[in-house]
């Protein structure tokens, strides 16, 4: 079964040249992990933009590269200055 999923955001998404890094963790160290740019939208400041740049899965001790393919835009509500909702 899956683990609880994990993003890691690298220079705040409002800010040019941020990363987003997205891991779904398995059983026994396995993982499903994409890597994404991540810049502001100029006209709406709660969304974002990303385009996926890296894929890799793991099973066990086999590690594949697949992949990345996709890109689109999220929105973020910050709750206070520690707290966000991300979809």
């Known amino acids: 079964p899956a683990q ?6 690298r220079n705040p998404p409002l800010l040019p ?6 891991v779904i963790e398995f059983e026994e160290g396995g993982f499903l992990r994409v890597g994404s740019t991540i810049s502001p939208d100029a006209e ?7 385009s996926f ?7 066990r001790s086999l590690e594949l ?18 707290l966000r909702v991300q979809r």
């Open 17 to 22: 040249g941020g990363t987003l890094t997205n």
């Open 53 to 59: 740049d890296s894929c890799a899965v793991r099973w």
């Open 65 to 82: 590269p697949l992949p990345p393919v996709g890109r689109g835009w999220g929105e973020l509500l910050y709750l206070d200055d520690e």
């Open 4 to 9: 609880p999923s994990l993003g890691l955001i």
């Open 44 to 50: 709406r400041g709660e969304r974002f933009s990303f």
